[in-house]
């Protein structure tokens, strides 16, 4: 049954793990996977998960399964951390369920698309983060893209965007990202968010919020602002979350997806078809990420806490754009990257092409996804002078 099978290439972006770790050049710099790293180079975790960790170690009293919802405490925080004192959560019509991390609900998201219309496209971003393509096309949902980002201008295309979106079916599903746009780190302000609500209204498409990085952007409240603009006035959104970035939570695979229905009774009933697609994938989520979301969420000094911990990673990211542009200007690039510090988040594309990309790789030990995607977080005041002189050198 095996011998006919091909080896497939690494994931364009967990391949980079391997490939980083196994490098043992001592000035190796990892802007691959975006995860949040400290100026040493490590991925802590934070102070507010080890106090909801003892407390969980102390009081947990039983591992008998969860159910297919997950944590109810953890839903109805989550529902709150992402929108607010919101409308929706008095005429309770929206539900959350708890989800292997943030693709695990993409998953869900994209097989509850599917049961609802079998025969339905979903709009990406051009370009979008590289494995959505594969996990809706897994799903069975045909996957189109509408213009995003301008390579050439390094800002958004915003009228192609539209152009695009104005003609997309009604009942079509649009994916949008709630900030920190993962790859380009170009985000909707506040007027283009109400543009594109308008026309979801008019045109009747569906959004699919992926929202990875809520706090890694300008704030938690700023960046929630599109889900609870389209929450507000939109009859039907769905929103995938992850406790990934913003908790620090990485490998213990936490996140959550709301449905937001027109009323309770068809919330319940949609409710029902998300856990019958949870039952037949992995039929419950794992627990303890939840339990310490919601200890954390639950308590106003670990809440308190984890604010002060995120706005230090938010912040320490801007700073290393700053950093990054200045470090290139002081050896000597001319190509303007000044972009760099008006985008958000996580990540921001280089520019550079992808042969230029292969011989940071390979000459420099500096790693980055193959279209100049750098994770923004892996910059230090240790790396930065090798980093911008290498790509000063590379680009030459
Ligand atoms: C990324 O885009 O680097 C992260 O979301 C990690 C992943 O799973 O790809």
């Known amino acids: 049954m095996f011998e006919h099978l091909k080896a497939l290439p690494a994931d364009p972006i967990l391949g980079l793990i391997n490939a980083c770790n196994q490098d043992d050049n001592p000035n190796k710099i990892d802007l691959g996977v975006g995860v949040y790293k400290d100026d040493s180079g490590h991925t802590p975790i934070l102070q507010c998960v080890k106090t909801a960790e003892q407390f969980r170690t102390d009081n947990e009293t039983s591992k008998v399964y969860i159910g297919p919802t997950g944590d109810p405490g953890f839903n109805t925080q989550m529902t709150r951390l992402i929108f607010g004192e919101h409308?929706?959560?008095?005429?309770?019509?929206?539900?959350?369920?708890?989800?292997?991390?943030?693709?695990?609900?993409?998953?869900?998201?994209?097989e509850f698309i599917k049961a609802c219309k079998g025969d339905v496209t979903i709009w990406v971003s051009n370009p979008t983060w590289a494995n959505h393509h594969g996990l809706f096309n897994a799903a069975g949902v045909k996957v189109e893209s509408y213009p995003y980002y301008d390579y050439e201008n390094k800002s958004l295309d915003f009228s192609a965007m539209m152009a695009t979106l104005a003609n997309v079916g009604a009942g079509d599903i649009v994916l949008l990202h709630a900030c920190c746009h993962n790859p380009s780190g170009m985000d909707l302000n506040v007027e283009q968010w109400q543009q594109v609500t308008a026309l979801a209204k008019?045109?009747?498409?569906?959004?699919?919020?992926?929202?990875?990085?809520?706090?890694?952007?300008?704030?938690?409240?700023?960046?929630?602002?599109?889900?609870?603009?389209?929450?507000?006035?939109?009859?039907?959104?769905?929103?995938?979350?992850?406790?990934?970035?913003?908790?620090?939570?990485?490998?213990?695979?936490?996140?959550?997806?709301?449905?937001?229905?027109?009323?309770?009774?068809?919330?319940?009933?949609?409710?029902?078809?998300?856990?019958?697609?949870?039952?037949?994938?992995?039929?419950?989520?794992?627990?303890?990420?939840?339990?310490?979301?919601?200890?954390?969420?639950?308590?106003?000094?670990?809440?308190?806490?984890?604010?002060?911990?995120?706005?230090?990673?938010?912040?320490?990211?801007?700073?290393?754009?700053?950093?990054?542009?200045?470090?290139?200007?002081?050896?000597?690039?001319?190509?303007?990257?000044?972009?760099?510090?008006?985008?958000?988040?996580?990540?921001?594309?280089?520019?550079?092409?992808?042969?230029?990309?292969?011989?940071?790789?390979?000459?420099?030990?500096?790693?980055?996804?193959?279209?100049?995607?750098?994770?923004?977080?892996?910059?230090?005041?240790?790396?930065?002078?090798?980093?911008?002189?290498?790509?000063?050198?590379?680009?030459?």
């Open 202 to 396: 008019e045109k009747g498409f569906t959004p699919l919020i992926d929202m990875a990085y809520q706090g890694f952007g300008q704030g938690l409240t700023e960046d929630a602002y599109g889900p609870r603009l389209m929450a507000n006035e939109l009859p039907e959104v769905l929103l995938c979350s992850s406790c990934s970035k913003n908790f620090g939570l990485y490998r213990e695979r936490i996140g959550a997806f709301t449905v937001i229905a027109k009323d309770s009774t068809t919330a319940d009933i949609a409710l029902s078809v998300v856990l019958a697609v949870v039952r037949s994938i992995y039929s419950m989520p794992p627990a303890h990420g939840a339990a310490l979301v919601n200890t954390i969420l639950s308590s106003e000094e670990l809440t308190s806490q984890w604010h002060d911990e995120l706005a230090i990673m938010r912040k320490r990211i801007a700073h290393n754009r700053q950093m990054l542009v200045e470090k290139l200007i002081v050896n000597g690039v001319d190509r303007d990257f000044s972009f760099i510090t008006r985008q958000s988040g996580m990540f921001s594309f280089l520019g550079i092409t992808p042969a230029q990309v292969e011989r940071l790789m390979k000459n420099y030990s500096i790693y980055m996804v193959g279209s100049s995607r750098i994770s923004i977080a892996g910059i230090s005041k240790h790396n930065v002078d090798y980093l911008a002189k290498s790509i000063s050198e590379v680009i030459k």
């Open 87 to 110: 409308q929706i959560i008095d005429q309770n019509r929206s539900r959350t369920v708890s989800t292997p991390g943030g693709t695990g609900a993409l998953r869900v998201a994209a």
